[in-house]
């Protein structure tokens, strides 16, 4: 996955067994408490009580243990450190709509991890959208704005995942829509593909929020994260298109909230962007989470809470915020926890560590400059395939250490 973004005072454009993981909090400031609190209307809701991260048995994903197991297998010298990683709970991403006839293989999967009479909860990230990824190239998808790709979307990708999510009332689904779609819309409609989709990408979406609100599913919109719009000028634009879309959606109360830092690498509170963007107000990833919320009140979007997505975030390691594309350095962040922070329901590993963003080869299709920057790793393989010398980096740098 990819990103581009616009800051204000910048020029140019500048993504096995099932467990219950429990960690210690991340500590809470007075301002993450206090725009919290500010943003809720009624000073009375227990936001907890609706949080499907809380008690919940968390699905482990077989397919990436025996990826996990199989790097171990090639480098015994880190193998006892790189197999902590799979028991570990990550999204599963439905990209294709070949990939959104096995959500129910997926959910029959999680059912038989359970033990202990808590609920499973199973993460997955719905990714189809017609000209996705419209500003970049290693994330292109399979459905086009001009071929019918709107009318395919609604009728093969999300209403054969809906029929899927109500055969299994008695599981916790999430459902996170679309990342680095809506974020476009603020920053990116100069380019052809993203103005030919705004559209599409608007009722779009609004269609999966109406199709997808059943009983046992929290569903959470894209929100890009701090590095892209963050910045005064993006946030309002941004919480302003949350508002349109929910409206055509049949309200916000449809959505639990919303997710960011979606295969990206942002840190929590290390204050990370006073370095790569002095001008942008928010520079870490929870300052931007409360500078969200209280945009989205201001729009009235409230009582919204948020999944941060900490699978790559551990460590501070870039040159430029632009730069997104398999960075060196990296490390695995915080672990799958429930409810860390004020406003937070989950840190969740929303990508799966250890598959690539995109191609370093310009030679391949689907090959994005981004990817051969001057903070991107060389030799990688095509956006999602397994990279393994760079998942081994990530365990190298996990912070906390594994």
Request: proline share 6%; aromatic share 10%.
């Given at each position: 996955m990819k990103f581009t973004y616009c800051a204000l005072s910048a020029v140019g454009l500048v993504a096995c067994s099932g467990v219950t993981i429990s960690e210690p909090p991340q500590p809470v400031t007075s301002t993450t408490q206090s725009a919290f609190t500010a943003a809720n209307d009624d000073p009375a809701l227990d936001p907890a009580a609706h949080n499907p991260?809380?008690?919940?048995?968390?699905?482990?994903?077989?397919?990436?243990?025996?990826?996990?197991?199989?790097?171990?297998?090639?480098?015994?010298?880190?193998?006892?450190?790189?197999?902590?990683?799979?028991?570990?709970?990550t999204a599963v991403w439905i990209d294709s709509i070949e990939r959104a006839k096995t959500v129910a293989q997926t959910l029959t999967a999680a059912a038989s991890q359970a033990s202990g009479g808590k609920p499973m909860l199973a993460v997955f990230v719905l990714y189809d959208l017609p000209n996705r990824d419209c500003s970049a190239n290693s994330s292109s998808g399979e459905l086009l704005v001009g071929q019918g790709g709107e009318e395919r979307?609604?009728?093969?990708?999300?209403?054969?995942?809906?029929?899927?999510?109500?055969?299994?009332?008695?599981?916790?689904?999430?459902?996170?829509?679309?990342?680095?779609?809506?974020?476009?819309?603020?920053?990116?409609?100069?380019?052809?593909?993203?103005?030919?989709?705004?559209?599409?990408?608007?009722?779009?979406?609004?269609?999966?929020?109406?199709?997808?609100?059943?009983?046992?599913?929290?569903?959470?919109?894209?929100a890009a994260h701090a590095g892209w719009t963050g910045w005064n000028g993006n946030r309002p634009k941004l919480a302003q298109l949350f508002g349109d879309v929910l409206r055509r959606a049949g309200g916000a109360q449809k959505i639990r909230g919303f997710a960011t830092n979606v295969s990206n690498y942002n840190t929590l509170t290390a204050a990370e962007g006073r370095r790569l963007g002095p001008t942008n107000p928010c520079p870490d990833e929870l300052t931007y989470v409360t500078q969200m919320a209280d945009e989205l009140r201001r729009a009235g979007v409230t009582n919204k809470r948020f999944i941060v997505d900490t699978s790559?975030?551990?460590?501070?390691?870039?040159?430029?915020?632009?730069?997104?594309?398999?960075?060196?350095?990296?490390?695995?962040?915080?672990?799958?926890?429930?409810?860390?922070?004020?406003?937070?329901?989950?840190?969740?590993?929303?990508?799966?560590?250890?598959?690539?963003?995109?191609?370093?080869?310009?030679?391949q299709p689907r090959f994005d400059k981004a990817c051969l920057s001057a903070d991107s790793t060389p030799d990688a393989p095509q956006a999602g395939q397994w990279f393994d010398a760079y998942f081994v980096g990530l365990v190298d740098n996990a912070s906390p250490p594994l």
């Open positions: 991260f809380i008690g919940s048995q968390f699905y482990v994903n077989a397919d990436y243990a025996r990826q996990v197991e199989a790097t171990a297998a090639r480098h015994p010298s880190q193998a006892e450190r790189i197999r902590k990683v799979e028991v570990y709970p979307y609604q009728r093969e990708f999300i209403d054969v995942i809906a029929r899927q999510f109500a055969e299994f009332p008695d599981q916790r689904i999430v459902a996170i829509l679309e990342p680095d779609s809506l974020a476009n819309l603020v920053t990116n409609l100069q380019v052809a593909r993203c103005a030919q989709a705004e559209s599409a990408y608007l009722n779009s979406i609004a269609y999966a929020i109406s199709k997808l609100t059943l009983p046992n599913v929290s569903i959470y919109l894209d790559r975030n551990g460590r501070a390691v870039r040159k430029s915020w632009g730069n997104w594309c398999n960075i060196k350095g990296a490390g695995l962040g915080q672990r799958p926890q429930a409810a860390p922070t004020p406003g937070v329901d989950a840190y969740f590993w929303v990508k799966p560590p250890g598959e690539s963003d995109g191609i370093s080869d310009a030679s």
